[in-house]
Structure formats: C-alpha cells, structure tokens
C-alpha cells in the first residue's frame, strides 16, 4: 500500500504543477502583452521627447539671434549717440583744449 500512497502523492504533486505551470503560463502571455505595450509607448514618448528637444534648439538658436540683434542696436545706439555729443569730431578734428589735455576737465 505504500507504493499506491506515493504513486498517489506524486500524480497530486503532477497535477499541482501542471495547474502552476498554466497559471504561470497565463502569467507571461499578461507580461509579455503589457511589456509589448510600454515599449509602444515608450517609442512614443520618445519620439515626442526629440520634437520637444528640436524645438527647443530652434528656440534657443532664435533667442540667440534676437540677442545678438538687439546687442548690434544697442551699440550702433550708442556710437550714433557718442556722434551726437561730439560734433567736433565729425570734421575730422580733434577736440581742442586750453593748456593741453591733461587740463581738459577743467
């Protein structure tokens, strides 16, 4: 009788791991579908990472440009104003000053 209690034993041990085995089976087919779904999305939100990081070049390479821009206005602003203040120069002439330039403040 032993032999019929462990033949009996081994066959419920068999049928338990055929349940897991499905289950487990069932398990990765989940796994593998939810996987293939992330890695979907994944691609996605990448591809709209690299449109978001070319626009951002795009905007910066813009910005640098305005930058510069305004940076040449404001420096012709400025020699046009300097031109202003000094209209002696404008003929050529050097700015003339009593008792030489070292009293030119004066």
């Known amino acids: 009788m032993n032999i019929v209690n462990e033949m009996s034993s081994v066959l419920t041990e068999v049928e338990s ?35 978001h990081m070319s626009g951002k070049v795009r905007l910066k390479t813009i910005l640098d440009q305005a930058g510069q821009s305004l940076v040449n206005g404001i420096n012709q602003f400025n020699s046009e104003e300097r031109l202003k203040e000094q209209p002696e120069l404008i003929g050529g002439e050097a700015p003339r000053y009593l008792n030489g330039p070292e009293n030119a403040a004066a």
């Open 17 to 51: 791991l055929r349940a897991e085995n499905k289950i487990l089976r069932e398990a990765k087919i989940v796994a593998d579908f939810e996987n293939d779904q992330l890695r979907r999305r994944n691609a996605l939100l990448q591809e709209q990472c690299n449109s």
